[in-house]
């Protein structure tokens, strides 16, 4: 494994009985680097956050984290990672700082240590103020922040994230990526999350797209954009099926039907419009033109669309 | 799990850490407070003045009692692993660097100690009502006793709960089980020789606690007979064995991930 590599996937499978979560998936994340997983519910991008953050076992195939090897030092590297999850993990009964008091000795941190970081990282996320409060009483957002304080807490060298996103209003997540690209700068924190949200892992330096499985596409978000063939057009028409053939006959081009609309992918998009509507003026609604996005990526990679497998 | 020790934490500040937090837990949930001492005492009253009629009085049902509010107190405290798994805390503290057996002491300190101070609060109020008559010293080992019995039947509910996703199902265990292991200690019935009750009674470790108990605790006005019950090393023999087989079933088990880990 590169020196500069905190993490290393290779060959790792993960079954619930019958059903295959993870299928024989291999990669690389970079030290430094902030890296998406991208895919819908069920695409296994959960289960891998669950072997990644040491919750799951290991079934088959190996992982290095952090120069760790998974199946011998788990100890290691559970010391290096800080952990989000999805799911909350705070003590609703407890205040916020009893909280992070719990979970800084639970990685070992002296008491003095523990009051010095845990005021640091309550003013960070700005909370602070919160700090005596129960957090049964804090609103969703605020609690979304105390699980960050907690997984920062003990100072990992890599921040694993399971949809950090979901419940928070948009300016939450914009401060949400704010703290972590800081983070990332100024102590080489690596971030590794998981999301299902398009318009979040174009945030990120490099995007693993997951489908079923399986890794569907892994690239910087541009080249992803990139490797779809120039624009995208889509035609909405009472029979969809009959039109892509049509456009097929008439320009020998590729036409696929996605859930009822007819798709395109060309460059100069725009010249296609005219000709499409000037060759099929009875038979299309709607036709709209964009330049190619995530959903376009997966779309390409997968045969599906996106949100249809929610 | 082959672990490199080098890297794990200290395991004192775990135990600790976790064993503060049940405590902390206990007292803010007022009613689990008010119910954990209005319920011994009303069962003691209840129980002390229906079997009247059987000769025995408030000292014959003390010891039981005792047994009862450790028995219930250290069991329910347990329960909480359940809410730890259901509201997520467990989550955390499964992917801390903390040596899993320290986890699961912490959490079995932490039950124990509520239900030591549960027993410690009845065993005054006993002292005041009743008239403790025995030494000092005989008061000090059957506290001591207490500690072991809260620990062993704190480590046999974390044992039930750690599988469990809901406390429903808890508690048909507490029915089926717990019950009827109370009520099969000796704490209810008075020994007799005959009796396939008191048979069975031997299989049943907890028996040992509450004979422990008999043997350290005498009332005035009132003697109760020991001369039947198991003698006093047994009784701490296999309270202390019932203990260590808990723990160590505990920590084995804790170190199984089971499903309901996934949220």
């Known amino acids: 494994m590169p020196a500069d590599s905190a993490i290393a996937v290779s060959n790792v499978s993960h079954r619930y009985g019958e059903r295959i979560a993870v299928d024989d998936l291999s990669l690389e994340i970079k030290a430094g680097e902030i890296f998406v997983f991208l895919g819908p519910n069920g695409s296994g991008k959960t289960t891998l956050f669950r072997v990644l953050s040491t919750l799951i076992p290991l079934q088959a195939g190996e992982v290095s984290i952090l120069g760790h090897s998974m199946s011998t030092e788990t100890t290691a590297i559970r010391s290096k990672l800080g952990v989000v999850f999805q799911a909350p993990s705070l003590d609703a009964q407890l205040s916020v700082a009893e909280n992070l008091h719990h979970q800084g000795r639970l990685y070992g941190m002296s008491r003095q240590e523990l009051a010095e970081r845990k005021k640091q990282m309550l003013t960070a996320l700005g909370v602070a103020e919160r700090a005596n409060d129960r957090v049964d009483t804090l609103s969703g957002g605020m609690r979304r922040r105390v699980e960050l304080a907690k997984g920062m807490l003990h100072r990992p060298r890599l921040l694993l994230l399971d949809e950090p996103s979901t419940g928070l209003d948009p300016g939450a997540r914009a401060d949400l990526w704010k703290y972590l690209q800081q983070v990332r700068e100024k102590d080489g924190v690596t971030i590794v999350l998981t999301t299902h949200l398009l318009e979040e892992a174009e945030r990120a330096d490099r995007i693993a797209i997951m489908h079923q499985g399986k890794l569907a596409a892994l690239d910087t978000p541009v080249a992803l954009q990139a490797s779809v063939g120039g624009d995208s057009i889509n035609i909405r028409t009472e029979q969809p099926r009959q039109l892509a053939e049509a456009i097929h006959a008439k320009f020998d081009c590729e036409a696929t039907v996605l859930d009822g609309t007819v798709r395109l992918e060309q460059p100069d998009g725009h010249q296609w419009i005219s000709r499409l509507v000037e060759a099929f003026p009875d038979k299309i609604q709607t036709v709209t033109l964009g330049k190619p996005t995530l959903e376009d990526v997966f779309i390409d990679r997968t045969g599906h669309r996106y949100l249809s497998e929610e | ?263």
């Open chain 2, 1 to 263: 799990m082959a672990n490199s020790l080098a890297a794990s934490v200290p395991a004192g500040p775990v135990v600790a850490t976790l064993a503060q937090r049940e405590l902390v837990r206990f007292f803010r949930q007022r009613n689990r407070v008010i119910g954990a001492l209005v319920q011994p005492i009303m069962f003691w009253l209840l129980f002390s003045a229906g079997l009247r009629g059987n000769d025995l009085g408030h000292a014959f049902f003390f010891p039981g009692t005792l047994a009862m509010i450790l028995l219930f107190t250290a069991i329910f405290a347990t329960i909480s692993i359940i809410e730890d798994r259901r509201e997520g805390f467990l989550q955390s503290v499964l992917v801390a660097p903390a040596p899993r057996w320290a986890m699961v002491l912490g959490k079995i300190l932490g039950g124990a100690s509520i239900a030591m101070l549960q027993a410690l609060l009845f065993l005054a109020l006993g002292w005041l009502t009743l008239g403790i008559t025995s030494s000092i010293l005989a008061v000090l080992m059957a506290i001591g006793l207490m500690a072991v019995m809260a620990i062993a039947l704190t480590s046999l509910g974390f044992l039930i709960a750690w599988r469990m996703n809901s406390t429903q199902g808890f508690h048909a265990i507490m029915s089926v089980f717990l019950l009827p292991m109370w009520l099969l200690s000796g704490s209810l019935f008075p020994d007799d020789a005959g009796s396939w009750l008191t048979v069975l009674s031997r299989f049943n470790p907890l028996t040992y606690g509450v004979a422990g108990l008999r043997h350290y605790l005498q009332f005035k006005d009132s003697i109760v007979a020991t001369d039947a019950l198991p003698s006093l090393p047994i009784c701490w023999l296999v309270t202390f064995g019932f203990a260590a087989v808990m723990l160590v079933l505990s920590w084995k088990i804790a170190e199984t991930r089971t499903t309901g880990d996934l949220l």
